[in-house]
């Protein structure tokens, strides 16, 4: 049905002989779907795929995520987001994260298309959950084994943490948490479909560690943050116009590289909440 060329022995794939706007089968769909659980991301180079059909694509995979509380989106098309930064509007996306963890649902998956691209950088980074806990000593795994870590919005924090709209910054503060939230999640996560194991943490958006205080919690953060930053889990994908990337949200951290300002890049994404067929 198509190639599968793995990018690296750990995490990543390119699907070559993919044609979307030809073939709508779920047959390739499902293939699609399980060279996801096999690779944790995969990417499709000249998917070439106009806004309607990114939607069509990312629904056959399960429910869509409603519009992201800071992110514009695409005119038309609310579920959407348009992530466009040059140099007067950096992006806020390079850092080690897995999307909206502080949500009460994490997302399942997201789906990327890059519209237009620097000449020279722009790429983004995958790392593997799986693999990160898998290097894990033994009694490591055992000491995280019942820790429990408290999400919220981290960096969000910027973006109401300033007067506006005749309300001050601590009111701000107080409404974007309601807004965005926070939530409980292990430290030691079970993927709900393959049953592998993943060390369940990204330095965006794990604000403390239950039952430990606050310098406990930072020193433990700063050990996993520096483990999980490991060339051998990573791949990283140079973009081209119309490069499409599907990724399992729940087994991966991302890192958008920063490095193209003050060039334009812009970016299209959906986000898959619950995973259809789980």
Same mark, same amino acid.
């Not at 706007?21 to 944790?40: G, K, M, R, V």
């Not at 007067?88 to 009460?104: C, E, I, M």
């Not at 406990?216 to 999980?228: D, G, P, Q, Y």
């Given at each position: 049905?198509?190639?599968?060329?793995?990018?690296?022995?750990?995490?990543?794939?390119?699907?070559?002989?993919?044609?979307?706007?030809?073939?709508?089968?779920?047959?390739?769909?499902?293939?699609?779907?399980?060279?996801?659980?096999?690779?944790?991301?995969?990417?499709?180079?000249?998917?070439?795929?106009?806004?309607?059909?990114?939607?069509?694509?990312?629904?056959?995979?399960?429910?869509?995520?409603?519009?992201?509380?800071?992110?514009?989106?695409?005119?038309?098309?609310?579920?959407?987001?348009?992530?466009?930064?040059?140099?007067?509007?950096?992006?806020?996306?390079?850092?080690?994260?897995?999307?909206?963890?502080?949500?009460?649902?994490?997302?399942?998956?997201?789906?990327?298309?890059?519209?237009?691209?620097?000449?020279?950088?722009?790429?983004?980074?995958?790392?593997?959950?799986?693999?990160?806990?898998?290097?894990?000593?033994?009694?490591?795994?055992?000491?995280?084994?019942?820790? =429990?870590?408290?999400?919220?919005?981290?960096? $969000?924090?910027?973006? @109401?943490?300033?007067?506006?709209? &005749?309300? #001050?910054?601590? /009111?701000?503060?107080?409404?974007?948490?309601?807004?965005?939230?926070?939530?409980?999640?292990?430290?030691?996560?079970?993927?709900? =479909?393959?049953?592998?194991?993943?060390?369940? $943490?990204?330095?965006? @958006?794990?604000?403390?560690?239950? &039952?430990? #205080?606050?310098? /406990?919690?930072?020193?433990?953060?700063?050990?996993?943050?520096?483990?999980?930053?490991?060339?051998?889990?990573?791949?990283?994908?140079?973009?081209?116009?119309?490069?499409?990337?599907?990724?399992?949200?729940?087994?991966?951290?991302?890192?958008?590289?920063?490095?193209?300002?003050?060039?334009?890049?812009?970016?299209?994404?959906?986000?898959?909440?619950?995973?259809?067929?789980?």
């Amino acid at each position: 049905m198509f190639e599968i060329d793995p990018l690296t022995p750990t995490i990543g794939a390119e699907l070559k002989g993919v044609s979307l706007s030809t073939n709508s089968s779920p047959e390739l769909f499902d293939a699609i779907y399980q060279a996801l659980l096999d690779h944790q991301v995969i990417f499709i180079r000249d998917a070439e795929i106009t806004p309607a059909a990114h939607l069509a694509f990312a629904q056959t995979f399960g429910e869509l995520d409603a519009p992201h509380p800071l992110y514009p989106h695409v005119e038309g098309f609310e579920n959407i987001m348009l992530l466009q930064n040059d140099g007067s509007t950096p992006p806020d996306t390079n850092s080690w994260h897995t999307d909206l963890t502080f949500k009460a649902e994490q997302p399942f998956a997201s789906v990327l298309v890059a519209r237009h691209v620097p000449a020279v950088g722009g790429d983004t980074i995958w790392s593997s959950c799986y693999a990160a806990y898998e290097r894990l000593s033994a009694g490591m795994k055992s000491d995280l084994a019942d820790l =429990v870590a408290v999400h919220d919005m981290g960096d $969000f924090r910027n973006n @109401f943490a300033f007067e506006a709209n &005749g309300k #001050t910054a601590v /009111e701000r503060l107080d409404d974007g948490m309601q807004r965005m939230g926070q939530y409980l999640r292990p430290l030691i996560g079970t993927h709900p =479909v393959t049953g592998r194991k993943f060390l369940n $943490f990204n330095e965006a @958006f794990v604000n403390h560690i239950v &039952g430990m #205080t606050t310098s /406990e919690s930072n020193v433990l953060k700063t050990m996993l943050a520096t483990h999980m930053n490991q060339p051998e889990d990573q791949v990283r994908w140079r973009w081209s116009n119309g490069a499409l990337a599907m990724w399992d949200n729940r087994v991966t951290m991302h890192y958008a590289v920063a490095d193209y300002l003050p060039e334009f890049r812009s970016m299209n994404r959906i986000t898959v909440v619950r995973d259809r067929r789980q």
